[in-house]
């Protein structure tokens, strides 16, 4: 089921059983199953670099205005008093359980007046359904980024760059084989993933922002490539920012 994720960091913080039974226990809820088997084998993380999943122990009750005038029919103000908010967005969309509801598993949308759905299987958290039809399809590519002690330094590119394909390439010869690279492009931005030190690199379409993700253990080994690339005239002009 969750074969096909790339794991970003291999150091998951899982959620064990006892964490679960707490956090239903204390909110009086029996949380779906498929939320449950999400947790127990991702843990604490970000999913596909939309979705936050914290620790059961941080779920409160929703506590907001209602303002989902075009979602009554999927959900009432009343069953949305009666949610719990289990994960949300980095646009800090609201993903919500219900119990006893039809579907479960919604989204309050934070710049939308209307309620989605998510399977109930949770199977997909970034998979959005709506009367119409799916409001948010499946990611090309699909991974996990766990809520460890991460380290982020970004690079703002000044004049003098020579082109992103060949940041990007020269950036990739600094691995070898063995560290296992992955690209991927999106319309936006280029991400590439590098196993061997469970980094996330990525690129703006526009060549003038680079942010390195990835452990604390290879911070020394970042600052060196960073250097590398500019003494080689790669990048030109550049501005770093260390991000705790």
Same mark, same amino acid.
């Given at each position: 089921?969750?074969?096909?994720?790339?794991?970003?960091?291999?150091?998951?913080?899982?959620?064990?059983?006892r964490e679960?039974l707490?956090?239903?226990e204390?909110?009086?809820?029996?949380?779906?199953? =498929?939320?449950?088997r999400?947790?127990?084998v991702?843990g604490?993380?970000?999913?596909?670099?939309?979705?936050d999943?914290?620790s059961?122990?941080e779920?409160?009750?929703?506590s907001?205005?209602?303002?989902?005038?075009r =979602?009554?029919?999927?959900?009432g103000e009343e069953?949305i008093?009666?949610s719990?908010?289990?994960?949300s967005?980095?646009?800090?969309?609201?993903?919500i359980?219900?119990?006893g509801?039809?579907? =479960?598993?919604?989204?309050l949308?934070?710049?939308d007046?209307?309620?989605?759905?998510i399977?109930?299987?949770?199977?997909?958290?970034?998979?959005?359904?709506?009367?119409?039809?799916?409001?948010r399809?499946?990611?090309?590519?699909k991974y996990f980024?766990?809520?460890?002690?991460?380290a982020?330094?970004?690079?703002?590119?000044?004049k003098?760059l020579?082109?992103?394909?060949?940041l990007?390439?020269?950036v990739k010869?600094?691995f070898?084989?063995e560290?296992?690279l992955?690209?991927h492009?999106?319309i936006?931005?280029e991400?590439?993933?590098?196993?061997?030190i469970?980094?996330?690199?990525?690129f703006?379409?526009?060549?003038?922002?680079v942010?390195f993700?990835?452990?604390?253990?290879y911070?020394?080994?970042?600052?060196?490539?960073?250097?590398?690339?500019?003494?080689?005239?790669?990048? =030109?002009?550049?501005?770093?920012?260390?991000h705790q």
């Amino acid at each position: 089921m969750f074969e096909d994720i790339y794991f970003v960091d291999d150091r998951l913080l899982v959620i064990e059983e006892r964490e679960v039974l707490a956090a239903e226990e204390r909110l009086n809820i029996s949380l779906p199953q =498929g939320y449950k088997r999400f947790l127990k084998v991702f843990g604490e993380g970000t999913y596909c670099g939309v979705i936050d999943i914290p620790s059961p122990a941080e779920m409160q009750r929703v506590s907001k205005e209602y303002r989902w005038k075009r =979602g009554l029919k999927v959900l009432g103000e009343e069953e949305i008093s009666n949610s719990i908010e289990i994960a949300s967005t980095v646009d800090c969309d609201s993903i919500i359980y219900c119990p006893g509801s039809e579907r =479960g598993v919604y989204v309050l949308p934070r710049h939308d007046d209307t309620i989605y759905w998510i399977d109930s299987n949770f199977d997909d958290p970034c998979v959005w359904h709506s009367d119409s039809g799916l409001v948010r399809e499946m990611e090309p590519l699909k991974y996990f980024e766990p809520f460890v002690d991460r380290a982020c330094l970004e690079v703002i590119v000044g004049k003098g760059l020579y082109s992103l394909d060949k940041l990007i390439s020269k950036v990739k010869d600094e691995f070898t084989p063995e560290s296992e690279l992955l690209h991927h492009s999106y319309i936006d931005i280029e991400l590439l993933f590098v196993k061997e030190i469970s980094a996330i690199i990525e690129f703006s379409s526009d060549g003038q922002h680079v942010r390195f993700d990835f452990h604390p253990l290879y911070e020394n080994r970042i600052y060196s490539l960073i250097s590398r690339l500019e003494k080689e005239g790669v990048i =030109g002009e550049l501005k770093l920012i260390a991000h705790q």
